[in-house]
């Protein structure tokens, strides 16, 4: 029979849930700390978003390997790319929305952040057989060029719409 996702994703698509909400208030209730900065939002842009899907699957990932111990290249590449398909789909669903109807609402960004991080793990679940032969260093790399990335513009954001917060 086939199925969507396993039914341990359930566990985890429950747990990025959670761990994106709480780091969702995390910088303004550490005082601004800097270092928070760089994997929780510091602004309401879609951009700073995002890190809301990456940061608690990277960490949620090394959970996972730490307890179960799968194969790592394939438990790491699946996530990645999992993540990232999640990452584009709460994208492009909230610039659709919100262009059709010219303004944010907060039910649909909820709901779009729970459908991405669903999307993460049905497309992790789907793609994990077929990185039995990832290449662990590549994999590592992609994973910390992703985090650099946020790191990066989360310091020094360019002046165009996904870096940028609402008006």
Known sequence: MYHLYHRRDFTY???????????HFLYEFSDYNPFLALIVPVNESVWEHL??????????????????????????????VGVIFAMAAITVLFYLYTFIAGRSIL???ILIYFT???????????????FRRADPMKIFF??????????????????????????
């Not at 991405?116 to 077929?130: D, K």
């Not at 992609?142 to 609402?166: D, H, K, N, R, V």
């Open 13 to 23: 698509i429950l747990w990025t849930f959670i761990l994106g909400s709480i780091c």
């Open 142 to 167: 992609c994973w910390f060029l992703s985090a650099l990335l946020f790191f990066f513009f989360s310091c020094c954001p360019p002046e165009i719409g996904l870096f940028l917060p609402p008006q």
């Open 51 to 80: 890190k809301l899907v990456f940061f608690p699957v990277l960490f949620l990932t090394i959970a996972e390997y730490s307890l179960r111990r799968p194969n790592p290249s394939m438990l790491f590449a699946s996530r990645f």
């Open 107 to 109: 039910l649909l960004d």
């Open 116 to 130: 991405g991080i669903c999307l993460c793990y049905i497309a992790s679940s789907n793609l994990f057989p077929r």
